[in-house]
């Protein structure tokens, strides 16, 4: 088969690149290594119950995934959000709470609030776009996210809590593990640290039906041109063009776009091999981990309750949780995460003891109801082949500023393409649309 484009993934950002470059006029073949579309977006009937697995939630800033959602005329609806959240603290105390701050101690609360405006303050001077760029750069990303809010606070209770939006909540690692540099990052894409604190704006709509009808009808469109079942293993190229070698399929093109996240590049081999920098920076770009749980009850009994099914603990197992009840759904689904190191050990528990761990820590913030759902379903992204982990890739101590700038580069005629690399929406679909777009157009620029 010969294109102009071979694109290497079917995710929103791979389908995005593909939909945008034929509808330049070239020719594009999209090969996809999975029996389906939309990589880390999944919807799926689990026991009669209709769950998302992986993304869902859209919020306002995200324009790009917004515009894609009118255009191929799906339907939004909003997250359940009456009633009270509830918090529980480090010695197990639970406490209903309205809006956005945590219900902490008068001198926590201020204590927050100064780092909240700290850090919006730090977010708006450095910006997604090239936070390597910036004269504080070097400096923000020699010191782990953790060692910085410990600069800025003896308050510990205030630093676990700001600590938890960005290391739990997002880059699901440990706040030791990367920069505050990455932490900004991650902040800036999102408009702002404020935006991560307001769980009412971050997860604001879900697309009914599950988001993963994004790239489905993406894919449709694209009819022929994605094939399924195709993992590229190897990639020749040279200054002229590119062939793609795909199990049972291979694909010459003027250009390629590797639409992956970051930490599978290696699993395709690159012929001749790719510049040193490619290799070494892609050493240091890792995807995080976090369980994704979804507890299905016959009616969503926390409502009576006067709960709107938001719940947040940095010393809980499951650190956030939320009403996920689908449209027009009799019954009630909450859904919670469990991150990096209290992910590592609920798996290392056998499958029924980590049910019952996970479940008790859903009563800790809903009551006893919640040890008895009728459906209950753990996403295990890290243990996919051609995904990793969740939700996304962020770089090691210092890698963001020593590679930063590099992470798009072209090599030759391959391009990339994925959330991991994006500025604004930067883990998430928005991100993933936003570099699909500008890598069709920086392609179809060197076409023309
Ligand atoms: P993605 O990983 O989706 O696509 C890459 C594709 O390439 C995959 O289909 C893969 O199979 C394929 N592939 C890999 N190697 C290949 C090879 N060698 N040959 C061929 N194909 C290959 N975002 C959001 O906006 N809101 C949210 O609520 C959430 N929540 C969330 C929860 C969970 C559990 C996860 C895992 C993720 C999220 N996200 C999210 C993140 C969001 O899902 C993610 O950023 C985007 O879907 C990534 O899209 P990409 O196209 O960049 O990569």
């Not at 697309?207 to 469109?221: D, N, Y």
């Not at 062939?243 to 290696?266: E, I, K, M, Q, S």
Request: aromatic share 8%; with cysteine.
């Amino acid at each position: 088969m010969d294109v102009d484009v071979v694109i290497i993934g079917a995710g929103a950002s791979g389908l995005t690149a593909a939909t945008r470059l034929r509808a330049a006029g070239h020719s594009v073949a999209v090969l996809e290594a999975r029996d389906r579309v939309g990589g880390r977006l999944r919807t799926e009937t689990i026991e009669g119950a209709l769950l998302e697995l992986g993304g869902q939630w859209v919020s306002p800033d995200q324009t790009a995934l917004i515009e894609t959602v009118e255009e191929l005329g799906l339907e939004t609806y909003s997250r359940y959000r009456e009633g009270d959240s509830v918090y529980v603290n480090a010695a197990g105390e639970l406490t209903r709470f309205t809006g956005e701050l945590f219900p902490v101690a008068a001198d926590t609360q201020k204590e927050m609030e100064r780092l909240i405006a700290m850090l919006d303050e730090l977010t708006a001077e450095i910006g997604p776009t090239e936070p390597w760029a910036h004269p504080k750069a070097a400096e923000l990303d020699a010191v782990s996210w953790g060692e910085w809010l410990e600069k800025q606070t003896d308050d510990v209770e205030a630093r676990d809590n700001i600590a938890l939006f960005i290391a739990e909540a997002m880059l699901t690692k440990p706040s030791h593990a990367f920069s505050a540099l990455q932490a900004i990052l991650m902040a800036a894409s999102a408009g702002s640290f404020s935006h991560l604190v307001d769980a009412d704006y971050i997860l604001d709509k879900r697309v009914a039906g599950g988001l993963q009808l994004v790239p489905i009808t993406l894919a449709e469109k694209l009819g022929d041109a994605v094939h399924l079942g195709a993992p590229v293993r190897r990639l020749e190229w040279s200054e002229d063009g590119v062939t793609a070698h795909a199990d049972g399929l291979t694909v010459t093109a003027r250009r390629a776009v590797v639409a992956v996240p970051p930490n599978l590049y290696g699993r395709i081999s690159f012929e001749p091999p790719l510049p040193f920098r490619q290799q070494q920076m892609h050493q240091h770009v890792s995807l995080g981990l976090v369980i994704k749980v979804h507890a299905v009850y016959e009616t969503p009994f926390w409502r009576e309750a006067g709960l709107s099914g938001t719940a947040f603990s940095p010393y809980q197992p499951v650190h956030e949780a939320y009403d996920n009840t689908n449209l027009d759904d009799e019954r009630g689904t909450l859904v919670g995460f469990v991150s990096d190191l209290k992910a590592d050990a609920m798996l290392a528990l056998p499958a029924e003891e980590r049910k019952r761990r996970i479940l008790e820590s859903l009563a800790a913030y809903y009551g006893p109801q919640a040890l008895e759902p009728v459906v209950y379903y753990e996403s295990d992204w890290a243990a996919e082949e051609w995904t990793g982990g969740a939700y996304a890739a962020s770089f090691d101590l210092g890698g963001l500023s020593r590679y930063g700038a590099d992470q798009r580069t072209p090599v030759g005629p391959i391009y990339w393409s994925c959330s991991d690399v994006a500025a604004e929406g930067y883990q998430h679909v928005d991100g993933a649309i936003r570099m699909g777009r500008l890598t069709a157009d920086e392609i179809a620029a060197t076409l023309a």
